[in-house]
Nanobody
Framework: QVQLVESGGGLVQAGGSLRLACEAS????????MGWFRQAPGKEREFVGAITRSGSTTFYADSVKGRFTISRDNAKNTLYLQMNSLKPEDTAVYYC??????????????????WGQGTQVTVSS
């Protein structure tokens, strides 16, 4: 029901910052828990962060805590991921995802119902 499109990826030096956006269409995102995931070559897709419907609570993988911030603007139907102090290990394709009416905020990629196409983030050393 909802279509998601990520943007904002690119090439950045270690220690730099990027802000990713995920624009939704087709349905308002306020009905979804929203999440960010990433996948590096040869690795499984992994959880980065998630945010509740109202934006009141956020969750992060240990690897990004203190560096990444997830937020949402329901009026603009957009999800964001602010990434600071980037490391080469952060290099991956980043995906946004929507989870419809979950019983709890979930960290498993398979639990999410809708996905964007991904945006590449490359961090050079």
């Amino acid at each position: 029901q909802v279509q998601l499109v990520e943007s904002g990826g690119g090439l950045v030096q270690a220690g730099g910052s990027l802000r990713l956006a995920c624009e939704a269409s087709g349905r308002a995102i306020n009905i979804y828990v929203m999440g960010w995931f990433r996948q590096a070559p040869g690795k499984e897709r992994e959880f980065v962060g998630a945010i509740t419907r109202s934006g009141s609570t956020t969750f992060y993988a240990d690897s990004v805590k203190g560096r990444f911030t997830i937020s949402r603007d329901n009026a603009k139907n957009t999800l964001y991921l602010q990434m600071n102090s980037l490391k080469p290990e952060d290099t991956a394709v980043y995906y946004c995802a929507a989870d419809l009416l979950p019983p709890v905020v979930r960290h498993e990629a398979k639990a999410y119902d809708y996905w964007g196409q991904g945006t590449q983030v490359t961090v050079s050393s």
